[in-house]
């Protein structure tokens, strides 16, 4: 065995780049980032809706109009078909429903809709029931109540 017989140790990882080492590396003077320049410099980030000091476009729109998000209301949705884990009988509302995980917990109002079969007599109460719901409930010899808005 001669040392020219050697093979070096493959590396498990790629060599960091080095930056700024003279034109034979091939990243020398400006590193890689072009020329002179906010771009150019360390530690820059572009804001987002940046557009080089021209007046961005949200602020060029006009800001008006009405938005419906502060009164806007929002119900959790329930399928009939999963009605079907509560026993025979059973008196459903918001909190039953929450107990069971079939609704997040800060929901303030249910609304039934009528995907799946239901099989047993059930007793519900919800905000609002679609037409289908309604009629899917009662078929199976159930009640649906509708509660009044707060």
Do not use: C, W
Request: charged share 30%.
């Amino acid at each position: 065995m001669n040392l020219s017989d050697l093979n070096a140790i493959p590396l498990k990882r790629d060599r960091k780049k080095r930056l700024g080492r003279g034109p034979g590396s091939g990243t020398g003077k400006t590193s890689g980032r072009g020329v002179k320049g906010q771009k150019s410099r360390s530690g820059y980030s572009r804001k987002i809706g940046f557009e080089g000091g021209q007046m961005p476009l949200y602020r060029r729109l006009p800001k008006k109009g009405f938005t419906n998000a502060l009164f806007r209301v929002t119900y959790d949705i329930v399928n009939t078909g999963q009605l079907n884990v509560f026993d025979e009988g059973t008196r459903i509302d918001i909190e039953v429903l929450k107990a069971a995980g079939l609704i997040k917990k800060n929901a303030e109002r249910v609304k039934v809709l009528a995907k799946g079969a239901l099989s047993k007599n059930l007793q519900i109460e919800a905000a609002r029931f679609s037409a289908a719901a309604r009629q899917m409930i009662e078929a199976a010899g159930g009640k649906a109540q509708e509660l009044a808005e707060r």
